[in-house]
């Protein structure tokens, strides 16, 4: 099943986040506000003309760092990555708040060295951890979406999308093409029901996915229909190997009243042939061994 992935960043999100990060938000403005009011009316006052550009460059700090606390209590990141980067943040705050002060007062010496500059060490280091945890689940979506992209979500074989691709990419010439139709599947899913039509899928694409070892290929076009991809010229070698195919269906079993069987249509790309026509003229010989009986393959000429 394909989890819901939330990852949005979007500042008017606000409103709708839990009451935690805006609990978290309001104390931070408060405790800036309490801060400074204190300092200034309790500390001796330094002459700001001679710290404009000290007091500047402080300012612009804090109302950053402000900025990237709101951004973080405006995203869906995932847990760790959001405690790491939120109290990280509020103590880089809590630093660059006292930073901003010593501009416009005298602090004491704990305040201006000691309290200063432990909460921006230790805020800048939650901060850079709560980056690398947002990266790494950033990397995690990105790796699961990568793969759920390339397999069939009932088979967990490679899907036609992968199957198409890798035809394309692979740039061997000539290969053959195997469409590969499951007979009757209608009436296996109207006899035993659609669930056990489904595990029949799943059994068999299991079994053909192990068969195709090395170069060779394997995927689910779509139902009942799977693809195979052999990068060789050699005609005999993909005929022995489709009728291994049709062996191999023999041995499985629908609850145990009879076994399955398929068809195939084998097809040789000719010199230049793009994949549709060679896709195509597979689709053919399917249709052919369908038409001679199924259980059996036939070649596309
Ligand atoms: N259980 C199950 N059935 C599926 C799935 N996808 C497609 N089907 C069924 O596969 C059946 C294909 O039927 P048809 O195209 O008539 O082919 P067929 O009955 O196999 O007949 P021939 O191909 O001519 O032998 C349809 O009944 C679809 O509902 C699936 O994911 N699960």
Known sequence: MIETVKLTVKLSNFYK?????????????IYIAIFSAYSLTNFPPLQVQNNVYGFTTDFINLIVI??????????????KAYI??????????IGTTADVLDELVVQPYWISIYFEDLCRTSGMLLTSYG????????????????????????????????FYQHAKDAQHSPYVILIIDIDHFK????????DV?????????????????HQNKFARLGGEEFGGYLPTNNMTQACDFSQQLID?????NI???????????????????????????????????????RDRFEIAP
Not at 66 to 79: D, G, H
Not at 200 to 211: C, I, S
Not at 248 to 252: K, P, R
Request: with cysteine; glycine share 4%.
């Open 17 to 29: 986040m839990p009451l935690i990060n805006k609990v978290l938000s309001l104390a931070l403005l």
């Open 66 to 79: 402000i900025f990237l606390f709101w951004m973080v209590q405006c995203s869906e990141l995932s847990k």
């Open 84 to 93: 790491f980067s939120s109290f990280g943040l509020l103590l880089w705050s």
């Open 131 to 162: 980056l690398f945890k947002t990266m790494r689940f950033v990397q995690s979506i990105n790796n699961r979406l990568a793969r759920e992209l390339i397999i069939d979500d009932l088979t967990k074989v490679h899907n036609r999308r992968y």
């Open 187 to 194: 009436m296996i899913n109207d006899e035993f029901g659609h």
């Open 197 to 213: 039509g489904d595990v029949m899928l799943k059994e068999l694409a299991t079994k053909y996915d192990n068969a195709f070892t």
């Open 248 to 252: 191999l269906a023999h041995t499985i």
């Open 255 to 293: 609850q145990n009243s009879r076994h399955l069987t398929v068809s195939i249509g084998v097809a040789m790309q000719t010199p230049n042939e793009p994949l549709d026509k060679v896709m195509k003229r597979a689709d053919q010989a399917l249709y052919l061994a369908k038409k001679s009986g």
